[in-house]
């Protein structure tokens, strides 16, 4: 499509326009590291696939409060020995890696707490973030399509004259949610009794407020001015 020049009948004014919303997540994300070692291979897997199970049953458990539940890997490998002409393997070693996605963050910190305590558990996380389909990234389209419209009649204006036409309107970016890529809590294994553990408050966790923005370019013509 050839672009249209400006000309003394129709001069053209161009601007780009920003729609900033600073809104609450929709999602939090926990990644879980699940592993154990052992001399025998089978006894090993046998384990890990125990210590597994109780993970998921714990996810699991709490319903329709878990929008995603993946097993992102598995591995057992042995482990050799340094000493000694020939190979000897003197343990096995497996882990699976679950990532969790919940929409009720009233459960979160619970969760995390009983994660922590399993044994030979690793919990990181939260990651905080929208759906990519949340209507907060329309609406901070539309925020940047009023404030080009808005920055285009100001020029207009100030010329003494206004907008004619719409001549192209273009994403100079997708929406971007800031915030959602850093940690809030990475948490490791801490020791407790069964006792203590039983009575233990969950983690308070407080949910990463998210910055969503959206730029557009917009080009009208207007109509001439009297200068």
Do not use: C
């Not at 025998?40 to 993970?55: C, Q």
């Not at 389909?133 to 004259?161: C, F, I, W």
């Amino acid at each position: 499509m050839t672009q249209e020049h400006a000309t003394p009948e129709a001069p053209q004014v161009t601007v780009r326009g920003t729609g900033r919303l600073e809104v609450d997540p929709e999602l939090a994300r926990i990644s879980v590291t699940v592993s154990v070692r052992g001399t025998d291979r089978s006894a090993t897997l046998a384990e890990l696939t125990r210590r597994n199970a109780r993970v998921l049953d714990l996810v699991k458990a709490l319903g329709g409060a878990v929008e995603k539940l993946e097993t992102g890997g598995f591995s057992i490998s042995p482990e050799l020995g340094k000493r000694g002409r020939g190979e000897r393997v003197r343990a096995h070693a497996g882990r699976v890696r679950l990532t969790v996605e919940l929409t009720d963050f009233t459960v979160l910190g619970d969760l995390v707490t009983r994660l922590g305590d399993l044994e030979l558990t690793r919990v990181e996380g939260p990651w905080w973030a929208l759906r990519p389909d949340s209507p907060v990234h329309a609406e901070a389209r539309r925020l940047a399509v009023t404030e080009a419209v808005r920055q285009a009649r100001a020029y207009a204006e100030a010329l003494g004259t206004s907008l004619s036409a719409l001549l192209e309107l273009s994403d100079a970016g997708s929406p971007e949610a800031m915030g959602a890529g850093h940690p809030a809590l990475h948490m490791r294994r801490v020791s407790y009794t069964a006792e203590e553990t039983e009575g233990m408050p969950p983690l308070d966790l407080e949910p990463q407020r998210q910055t969503v923005t959206a730029e557009v370019v917009a080009r009208f013509t207007m109509r001439p001015p009297a200068l």
